[in-house]
């Protein structure tokens, strides 16, 4: 079992920054995919950015090359570090970590809420 326990999450103004953070249970040597998600009210869960053990690192168009998603292995923490955060929107990040086993195992922290304030 991998437990996951966002934070960062809050209330910033457009074209402000935060970094989110996932604090994983085991150590993430042993985790092959950590992600970030976002859900907006009445909307479904979409990927923001995923990273790899090796470091490969996938974002979604919509990032725009303004959040970067990185590994902290000593720590067990991924983090996302997001810059000129859009107008008026709040999502629900969430911190995600895939096992590759038979064939894999997926696990979901609780969300951390980005409020967007114009």
């Known amino acids: 079992q991998v437990r996951l326990v966002e934070s960062g999450g809050g209330l910033v103004q457009a074209g402000g920054s935060l970094r989110l953070s996932c604090a994983a249970s085991?150590?993430?040597?042993?985790?092959?995919?950590m992600g970030w998600y976002r859900q907006a009210p009445g909307k479904q869960r979409e990927l923001v950015a995923h990273i790899t053990s090796g470091g490969e690192t996938n974002y979604a168009d919509f990032v725009k090359c303004r959040f970067t998603i990185s590994r902290e292995n000593a720590k067990n923490t991924e983090y996302l570090q997001m810059n000129s955060l859009e107008q008026e929107r709040t999502d629900v990040y969430y911190c995600k970590a895939i096992v590759i086993t038979r064939p894999y195992d997926e696990y979901w922290g609780h969300g951390t809420k980005v409020t967007v304030s114009s």
């Open positions: 085991v150590s993430i040597f042993s985790i092959n995919v």
